[in-house]
């Protein structure tokens, strides 16, 4: 099993957090999570988690949220201040990382180098050791700045994974979009999921020519 990091920043997408950290914790994976202040409020506001900054009384929290109850030796949760902590050093081995949702300021950050936190230290981390980093912004219209930050990361090696579903897989809810992201961002970081669909073809099709001459 692998060892990933998950960040979640101040941007609009707490439910594809939830159901990556719920897939990488049933799957077996370690998972070491950091969560910005911002990242806390939009849990609160999305997702009515609300969490307090203490790691050891958020970790049972989070884990009953991501219905992954049974997984505590799966998870650490690091405060975003912590960067004494092991993620924070290059020497700490992981398979990769994910920040999702990323906020349009911890992309800057990352694209840039400007740590501030943990979250962005981790991050720098990934890329100066040539390790998976998926950056997962849900941003709505792009700026220039956006874009130009898109290219940087991207350039250093990083992957970004824009929250935008399909609807070729004909989802029947809410649901169905959120695993179609997440599926592709476990795939990105490597990880096999249930919840990633691969698109196999269009479905055969009811209507027919002979039936409707």
């Not at 990382?97 to 180098?113: E, N």
């Not at 970081?189 to 919840?195: K, N, R, T």
Request: proline residues 7%; glycine residues 10%.
């Amino acid at each position: 099993m692998g060892v990933y990091v998950l960040g979640i920043a101040g941007a609009s997408g707490a439910p594809y957090a939830r159901r990556v950290l719920e897939q990488m914790l049933s799957a077996g994976h370690q998972v070491k999570a950091v969560i910005t202040n911002a990242g806390r409020k939009v849990l609160e506001v999305e997702e009515s988690l609300v969490l307090t900054g203490n790691t050891e009384a958020d970790t049972p929290v989070l884990l009953d949220w991501a219905r992954a109850a049974g997984h505590e030796s799966n998870l650490e949760l690091y405060h975003h201040k912590d960067v004494a902590s092991p993620i924070a050093s290059g020497s700490f081995p992981v398979d990769g990382m994910a920040v999702v949702p990323c906020s349009g300021g911890t992309l800057g950050r990352i694209a840039h180098g400007i740590s501030n936190g943990l979250l962005e230290r981790a991050a720098d981390v990934c890329l100066k050791e040539r390790r998976r980093l998926v950056l997962v912004p849900r941003e709505m219209p792009l700026g220039l700045i956006h874009l130009r930050n898109m290219t940087a990361v991207t350039e250093a090696g990083a992957i970004v994974l824009p929250a935008s579903p399909g609807f070729y897989h004909r989802p029947s809810g809410i649901d169905d979009l959120v695993d179609m992201v997440a599926g592709r961002i476990l795939a990105s970081l490597g990880i096999e999921s249930p919840v990633m669909k691969p698109w196999l073809g269009p479905e055969p099709s009811s209507y027919s020519e002979e039936g409707n001459q």
